[in-house]
Each structure stands twice: as C-alpha cells, then as structure tokens.
C-alpha cells in the first residue's frame, strides 16, 4: 500500500508522547498567552492592524507574483530600507518567511569548496540551509567559540560561521564577539539569525549584533522574522549592500517564491515605526522575562535563565511535558511545549515568552498556574 509506512512510524511517535495536534485558537481566546512569540505586544495594536488593512486596499490581498516580477511594492522598499537603518546594516531584502531567508542566506553565502560551521543548538531552518548548501558542513558544540576556531583551523578556502543569535529552545544568547573573532582569525563570515533578538536585544530592540558592535560589519550578515517581536509575518536579511545585490541574482527563495503580502509589510513596516517611537518596550521584555524566571525558580521549578524573551522549564518527559501543558491550558494559561526532534539535547521542556505587555498580576497567576499544575 502506497505510504503504508506512515501508520508504523505515527504509531511509534504515539507511545513515546511525540504527536502532534493542530489546535486552531478561536479570535477572542480567554487565556493568557505566554506561547506566542508576540515579544512586543503590537500583534494586535490598532496602527499594526490598520496599517494591514490599508496595505490591502491598496496593494490587494496577495503579492501576485515573485519579487522580481509583480511582487515588490513601495511597501517592500520602504521597509527593507527602514529595517536596515534600524538594525545597523547598510541593506535588507524581505522574504515571506524567515525561514525562507535562512534558507536563502545560508545557501548563497556557502558555495562549492566552502566551510560552514554550524552551532549544534541552531534552529532548524538553519540546519536545513546547511544541508542545502554546496560547501561542507560541520556541526560544533553549543556556543563554543573554541571548537569554531578548531574547525575553521581544518580549512582553507571560504568559510560561513552560523548560528541563532538567541536560542529558541533555553533562550539563551550567542556569544557573538567571540564568534566573530574567532571567524575573522581564518577570514569567515558570520551569519547570524536574530529572530529572537529584534526587538528585545540591543539599545530599543535594534537587535543582537548592534548590541555585539557587530552591525554594518562587511563580514557579517544577519536574518531577522517579521512575525516574532513585529507581530507580523514575513522575513529578512540584513547585510552588505554587495552581498544583499547577490541574494537578490541567486537566492531560489527568493527568485521563485511569491513574494511577501502587502498586508504583512504594511504590519511589519507600522510596527518597527511603533518600536522606534516607544524604544522602552525592548526593555519591559527583558524584565517580564526576568520576572518569571525569578518567579519559577522561586517555585523550586528548572528554569533556565534569559537572555531575551524566552524562558525555559524543564520536564521530566515528554508525556509530562505535554501533560503539563495542557494542565496549564485547564487553569487559564497557554504555555508552549517543546519535545523531541524540536529539542536538540533530548529534553522536553514547557517555554514560556515573555511578552512587553504583560502585567504583574498576570506574570504572577503564571507561575503560580504553573507551579500548581507541575507533574
């Protein structure tokens, strides 16, 4: 039978506690969410949502073609100049996903004869670029800018440091500087995937490599989403003008992708402007963050400390992880919940995000949910 090896396989993944459910969440949800990625709070702000309504009734309701042909607007422009200014980079080029702009950053930037070296915590869209890649790929531990600089020392010829700039499992931050000087020793680039950095890290949420001093460096690009602290959709790479005009000649994500809708530009677009006028929701993130992590370990609870918006709890399985969650989901409270293959090292975990409009009371009914439902 055509597939038959699907029922096996899904059968398998049911008694180790790791299938999946699509659980589509009703407009007006009664529960305090602390699993979306919505850092900032602006998913749902009224100039974010009336800036999209008014990209579509210009623009209409798709792009209609690749950005090459039908699918740039004045929209696209102006934001991919105003996301480059903002972040420190002297280009952009947007994509319809931030995943769509890995894969075409790593690809591009890692030719036949090259080196990459890859975090082994890196996110998947990263991994997947690697394995697209034409050069060679070597996989280092978990921030370790010592085994990056064993590997590049292996190598002669183009080199492409990658990695998260903040980790989406644990939450915690690259070591950036090192990173660089480590790829600068051997002549290596350093990409850089700052989807949880935007908006949280760097003076007014500018960012994880302005916040490194790494911004507008010609050896450094950096891949932002649109859809995480913008509250839109959408992705970007940000980087040398000469490198960006290479993606825009190669990158098949971009060349044969429809480009990104209006209505997620003019979102994006009205939420970076919101950021650069109210700079202190960057900050408010960060202490959320703080405040539930001081909170959880308080609780005698396995959080790992942030260094962004995530924050991570540990479980003891996959079965009690998702138990958990949805205990959670009884009590009031959306919680994610990461298990294997999401988690490299093995560990489920609930992750928490903190969220710049969040207030007191509600950090504190969350970890006191939490606490009271843990298995």
Not at 148 to 173: E, N, Q
Request: charged share 20%; hydrophobic share 45%.
């Amino acid at each position: 039978m055509a597939f038959g090896w699907i029922d096996p396989q899904r059968e398998l993944r049911r008694r180790a506690g790791l299938l999946r459910v699509l659980r589509p969440r009703p407009a007006g949800s009664p529960l305090l969410d602390l699993a979306s990625n919505d850092y900032l709070g602006l998913a749902r702000h009224p100039e974010v949502t009336e800036a999209a309504a008014r990209a579509a009734r210009t623009w209409g309701g798709g792009a209609t073609g690749s950005r090459l042909v039908t699918g740039s607007t004045e929209l696209h422009a102006e934001l991919e100049a105003e996301l480059a200014a903002f972040c420190g980079f002297e280009a952009a080029l947007v994509f319809s996903s931030g995943y769509a702009a890995n894969l075409a950053a790593v690809t591009v930037l890692a030719p036949h004869g090259s080196l990459l070296v890859s975090d082994a915590g890196n996110h998947a869209s990263l991994i997947d670029g690697c394995r697209l890649a034409r050069g060679t790929t070597q996989v280092v531990p978990h921030a370790d800018p010592a085994a990056v600089r064993k590997a590049l020392a292996t190598h002669d010829g183009p080199a492409l440091v990658v990695c998260d700039a903040v980790f989406s499992v644990d939450g915690d931050a690259a070591p950036l500087t090192a990173l660089a000087a480590a790829g600068r020793e051997r002549g290596a680039g350093l990409l850089v995937d700052d989807a949880h950095g935007l908006g949280v890290l760097g003076a007014g949420g500018r960012g994880a490599p302005h916040a490194a001093g790494l911004a507008g460096a010609d050896d450094v690009v950096a891949t932002v989403t649109l859809s995480k602290s913008l509250g839109s959709q959408g992705g970007a790479v940000l980087g040398p003008a000469r490198v960006i005009a290479h993606l825009v000649d190669t990158a098949r994500t971009f060349i044969f992708d429809t480009g990104l809708a209006p209505a997620a530009a003019g979102a994006a677009l009205a939420a970076l402007r919101l950021l650069r006028r109210e700079p202190e929701r960057a900050a408010r993130c960060r202490a959320v963050a703080t405040d539930l992590h001081t909170g959880l370990t308080a609780a005698g609870l396995a959080a790992v400390r942030p260094d962004a918006a995530v924050v991570s709890v540990r479980a003891p399985s996959p079965a009690a992880a998702v138990r958990w969650a949805a205990d959670c989901r009884t009590a009031g409270l959306a919680v994610g919940c990461f298990r294997p293959p999401s988690v490299p090292d093995g560990i489920s975990r609930l992750r928490l995000t903190a969220r710049a409009d969040l207030t007191e009371g509600q950090i504190e009914r969350a970890v006191r949910w939490i606490g009271e439902t843990r298995p």
